[in-house]
């Protein structure tokens, strides 16, 4: 995929924030001392763009060079690689409070992967063409690769998500939409309140990504102030749906994985898989003692049908 390069300079205006927070510099000096390989690290989610730095869990991405190198135990290599990320817990003292954070670690060779076109399932590009922050790189060349990979996920989620909204009206439907059915593709079926902050808070960013992604998508994207127009088929706009149907059962599947996997990754990773199921679905679970002991058991037995049956709308 070409990536016009106007999009690129912009997000790299945008996204380079290495002075954002004290209190984030000190998560990223710790993450260099256990990631010898580290590129960078990109600080995203409801935190970072809420600024509520101090307030909740910030959400991390740690990318790395490789998975071989970064891990000693060869299960968390091939769980990284087979079902990227892994997520890991870490909190720091600062002041008289603590920061807590969840941070996610991919190679970023597979992170360019994931946001692009190559990658079918809308978990890394429906994340990334958001605003983020990259807070820390090693050089100019892996601040490079990452800001184009946040260029691409811009411009797959406009040419997947595009024709599921109408041919013409508000930039904010377009936008939302798209976003509305990222979400639904995994546990995150986000309240709209969530949403309409996003974009009261990003909406000239929207835009202003929105016409400089157009010129790579295959399909007219016209942006006038704050409404759009595109011309797809209407053979095309079936065809989306047909393939946000396939996504959105995938997610369902994917979300059961990666919580199952968190439970060894993280810690306390049961207490955070039922937080995570609760908080996306409105169903609160209890775990008797015996599945407490046994992680893997009890998030196959109970989150999968949360999840799956009654949780995820």
């Known amino acids: 995929m070409v990536v016009p390069k106007d999009l690129i300079r912009y997000l ?11 209190a984030i510099n000190l998560l990223v000096e710790e993450l260099k001392k256990r990631f010898p390989t580290l590129k960078g690290v990109v600080y995203y989610g409801s935190c970072f763009q809420e600024g509520k730095e101090l307030e909740g869990l910030l959400d991390l991405y740690v990318l790395v060079e490789n998975y071989h190198r970064t891990y000693k135990n060869p299960f968390l290599a091939a ?47 429906g994340r990334f063409c958001q605003p983020v922050a990259l807070v820390w790189w090693k050089d100019e060349t892996s601040a490079r690769r990452i ?3 946040f260029a691409e996920a811009v411009v797959t989620f406009l040419l997947r998500t595009a024709p599921l909204a109408p041919p013409q009206g508000p930039l904010k439907e377009l ?23 996003l974009w009261q808070k990003f909406a000239p960013h929207f835009a ?20 759009y127009r595109t011309i ?28 199952l996997k968190a439970s060894f990754t993280f810690r306390g990773g049961v207490d955070y898989a039922l937080w995570k199921i609760e908080r996306h679905t409105g169903k609160r679970l209890e775990i008797p003692p015996f599945l407490r002991k046994h992680p ?9 049908k949360a999840l799956l049956v009654r949780g995820v709308r």
């Not at 790299?12 to 004290?22: A, C, I, K, T, V």
């Not at 997520?87 to 941070?103: D, M």
């Not at 670690?105 to 597979?110: D, G, N």
């Not at 797809?232 to 994917?254: D, N, P």
Request: hydrophobic share 45%; aromatic share 16%; charged share 25%.
């Open 12 to 22: 790299e205006n945008f996204s380079q924030r290495p002075d954002l927070s004290p």
């Open 208 to 227: 202003q990504i929105s016409c400089l992604a157009a010129k790579a998508l295959p399909f007219p994207l016209e942006i006038r102030e704050t409404f």
């Open 79 to 125: 769980a990284n690689y087979f079902l990227p990320p892994n997520v890991f817990y870490l909190e720091k003292k600062w002041k008289q409070q603590f920061v807590r954070s969840k941070y996610a670690v991919m190679a970023l060779w597979q992170f360019e992967k994931a946001v692009s076109p190559r990658w079918f399932h809308s978990y890394f590009w």
């Open 147 to 149: 800001i184009r990979a």
């Open 232 to 259: 797809i088929s209407e053979k095309e706009r079936k065809k989306a749906q047909t393939l946000w149907k396939i996504r959105i059962v995938q997610g369902k599947i994917l979300s059961v994985l990666r919580l």
């Open 296 to 304: 893997s058991l009890a998030l196959l037995l109970w989150g999968w």
């Open 175 to 197: 936008w939302l939409t798209g976003l509305a059915y990222s979400y639904r593709a995994e546990l995150r079926p986000e309240a709209p309140e969530r949403l309409e902050r």
